[in-house]
Nanobody
Framework: QVQLVESGGELVQAGGSLRLSCAAS????????MGWFRQAPGREREFVAT????????DYADSVKGRFTISRDNAKNTLYLQMNSLKPEDTAVYYC?????????????????WGQGTQVTVSS
């Protein structure tokens, strides 16, 4: 089993930056692709970004492309999401996820493990 714990969410002003972290435990996730999703109140959980096992391949939702960067440190068993130029519409609970495959996926159904989420609130 893999446990995922997100951190780094907080209240920030529009235009600001945050870095989210996701620490994995239970087993190494170095061979797993991973992703970030988010869920705003009253909305479905949506894809944000994904990264393959080595970090060599990434993909982003159009709404965050050019502003967010996903990365990983396999030695630390940790996933990151650097978020710049934040907008009020980025306000959501952000979830980390891992899938037992090497390659990336943009669908929620492609992931096997999920964290509990961290709240990001962007004020205007």
């Amino acid at each position: 089993q893999v446990q995922l714990v997100e951190s780094g969410g907080e209240l920030v002003q529009a235009g600001g930056s945050l870095r989210l972290s996701c620490a994995a435990s239970g087993r190494s996730v170095s061979r797993y692709a991973m992703g970030w999703f988010r869920q705003a109140p009253g909305r479905e959980r949506e894809f944000v970004a994904t990264i393959n096992w080595s970090g060599g391949t990434t993909d982003y939702a159009d709404s965050v492309k050019g502003r967010f960067t996903i990365s990983r440190d396999n030695a630390k068993n940790t996933l990151y999401l650097q978020m710049n130029s934040l907008k009020p519409e980025d306000t959501a609970v952000y979830y980390c996820a891992a899938r037992t495959e090497f390659v990336i996926a943009t669908s929620r159904r492609g992931y096997d493990y999920w964290g509990q989420g961290t709240q990001v609130t962007v004020s205007s």
